[in-house]
């Protein structure tokens, strides 16, 4: 039905099919990159359609925004099928939607919550894929639009590059949390994530120094990243013993759980 209407459109002046534009700008793309007289193969898009993403072209509502929307299936599914008007190959499908600025947020929102539920069950590569997603549908002002939303998918897709092995990915996401204006609070799953990969890849003393470097940015108190004398060790065994009260493992088990967010990011 789309190419239908597409093509009851009257054809622009020096339209051309995409088979001659190999060396000349394209002119007649609608927004999900099919040209008006192509028919588009299984995936709903032509092989060079990626060039005319994102675009907005006369036939288009110039007040909204294109952003891809991905939703994944766990069996495979025919390449040939169409699921509510989207065109499915294997197991990931992708269609292009308008989105005003409230539903630009409100999907990655919902992006943002399918991450974490495939990384709760340990489908990081999913997970990965959906924070993604959640990103391109805020778009290039997304910290501006939504910082929480999308300090989440960066942080959590951090977390779930290291642990499905994309190591570039990670980094690139560490760095740009990092390298923002945030409190040490906002950058604390990030700088996590960077010990983590910084323990698996042998960095022990540099790891060591930034854990003691965010405890004292936490306010929290830090000892010095030197060796201690004996006297001082027994001191603090004493101290240790004087707190415990003498209560017992189950007793110390019993006790309430931890509410002071930073006293919990420097146990971590």
């Known amino acids: 039905e789309r190419i239908e209407a597409a093509r009851r459109i009257p054809q622009p002046q020096g339209a051309q099919s995409i088979g001659t534009l190999t060396n ?7 927004t999900h990159g099919i040209h008006y007289e192509d028919t588009p193969r299984p995936g ?6 990626a060039k005319s993403i994102g675009g907005v072209s006369a036939i288009t509502d110039s007040s909204k925004d294109y952003v891809p929307i991905v939703e994944l299936t766990l069996d495979p599914i025919s390449e040939s099928s169409v699921v509510g008007g989207t065109f499915v190959s294997g197991t990931t499908r992708k269609s292009f939607v308008a989105l005003t600025g409230e539903e630009r947020i409100e999907a990655a929102r919902k992006s943002l919550e399918a991450g974490l539920k495939e990384a709760g069950e ?5 997970a990965s894929i959906h924070f993604s997603t959640g990103r391109q549908q805020l778009g290039d002002n997304g910290w501006s639009i939504d910082e ?11 977390l779930a590059s290291y642990l499905n092995g994309d190591l570039e990915d990670m980094k690139i996401l560490i760095d740009d949390v990092l390298g923002r204006d945030l409190t040490v609070e906002q950058k604390f799953r990030c700088y996590e994530v960077k010990m983590l990969s910084g323990r698996a890849a042998g960095l022990i003393v540099e790891t060591l120094n930034l854990g003691l470097e965010i405890r004292r940015q936490l306010g929290l108190y830090t000892p010095p990243n030197k060796p201690a004398s004996t006297i001082a060790i027994l001191a603090n065994f004493i101290k240790t013993n004087r707190a415990l009260g003498g209560r017992s493992a189950q007793d110390l088990a019993s006790l309430p759980a931890l509410t002071d967010e930073k006293i919990g990011m420097g146990q971590r």
């Open 44 to 49: 709903g898009v032509l092989p060079d359609a």
């Open 122 to 126: 340990t489908n990081y590569e999913a």
């Open 24 to 30: 000349r700008e394209y002119d007649s793309y609608d």
């Open 148 to 158: 929480e939303t999308m300090l989440k998918l960066c942080s959590e897709d951090a």
